[in-house]
């Protein structure tokens, strides 16, 4: 009898046991689908750093400043649009090689900035290449504009629109009216080489600054002039120290907005979509605000008594035929059949 109640009493602990360790792991899993619902996580937001080198007050901020609002607003909160003015990123140089890193998402900088990357893009800027804003519109807005973009693609990064400044002026504490005024004078430059090209083929000693330290290299006399559009002499206040300015429409100033191809890539089909969209759409309402500014930037370039001088039809004629060999030496670089589709899409659709 007392064998038979110990072997009930020892089926009943297995019992309690087993029914103790079911109702654990009933429990476990319970608490485990509780918490995996309260801590669904949220989608993460998607940050886009965007940089320039102009400064708040620009015309580009503006617009920055709008692409960031369209695109926070479309994305219904999924992407956050961070903008670092003035070159808080860095030189051009480095926003450009971050963006081919992934550690910049998107820049807004001259197109002669990616010369050194893709030469495709030094075309841009030849002396003497556009006539004028509209038909330099049309070939950047168009098939061929859309060809040089589609080259940075092999480099890591992806066009997106180009962005108007304008046509570059002289300064310079010397009258310049002839290429031969610039013999021997060092005149700062970007580090593109079809813009040096173009000094050393007027007679200059082209020296590469980067655009922030420019204003300081005029001032203590490292360099002797500068070029660029009304809107970088005014905002920079070149005009401050340097005494001449001369215009004459030798070469436009375009600027590019492109995007790290590694974080574009990386993005849902309708987020990039809507970037590339809300880029080109911010490029057109951009042409108006730099139209718009320009006006103003002359008048107080005048106003700070800067002597502003034009040249003649027969003085911008003697540039652009001492300009001749630039064009020469970059041919093959850009490519001799793009070169020549381009030009015969000028002559046929200039005035």
Known sequence: M????????????????????????GGA???????????????????????????????????????????EERSNGRIEVQIYPAQQLGSSREMIEGMQMG???????????????DQRLTMVDLP?????EDVLWKV?????????MSGLDDIGIKGISFYAEGFKAFTSNKEIHLPQDFKGLKIRTMEAPVIMSQY???GANPVPIDFAEVYNSLQQGVVDGQENPYLSIHDMKFYEVQKYMTVGDHAYLSYFMSVSKKWYDSL?????????????????????????????????????????????PEER???????????????????????????????????
């Open 29 to 71: 899993k319970e608490s485990s689908e509780d918490k995996g619902q309260g801590n669904e996580e949220t989608p993460k937001k998607i940050v886009l750093k965007l940089g320039h080198d102009h400064t708040t007050s620009s015309p580009f901020q503006k617009s920055a400043l709008k692409f960031k609002e369209l695109i």
């Open 128 to 132: 003497f290449l556009f006539p004028d």
């Open 200 to 202: 050393k083929a007027w």
């Open 140 to 148: 950047l807005d168009g098939e061929i504009g859309n060809e040089i």
């Open 317 to 351: 004629e003697a540039f652009r035929k001492a300009s001749e060999p630039v064009y020469d030496e970059f041919k093959d670089k850009i490519g001799a059949d793009l070169m020549d589709r381009t030009l015969k899409f000028i002559q046929e659709n200039s005035k």
């Open 268 to 312: 849902p089909e309708d987020l990039q979509k809507l970037i590339y969209d809300t880029g080109r759409e911010v490029a057109e309402s951009h042409k108006g605000l730099m139209a718009e500014a320009n006006d103003g930037y002359v008048k107080n370039i005048k106003d700070s008594g800067t002597i502003v001088y034009e040249l003649t």
């Open 103 to 117: 550690t910049v998402e998107m820049t807004l900088l001259p197109t002669a900035k990616f010369g050194g990357f």
């Open 2 to 25: 007392k064998k038979i109640k110990n072997k009930i009493l020892a089926v009943m602990v297995i019992c309690i046991f087993a029914l103790a360790t079911l109702a654990g792991c």
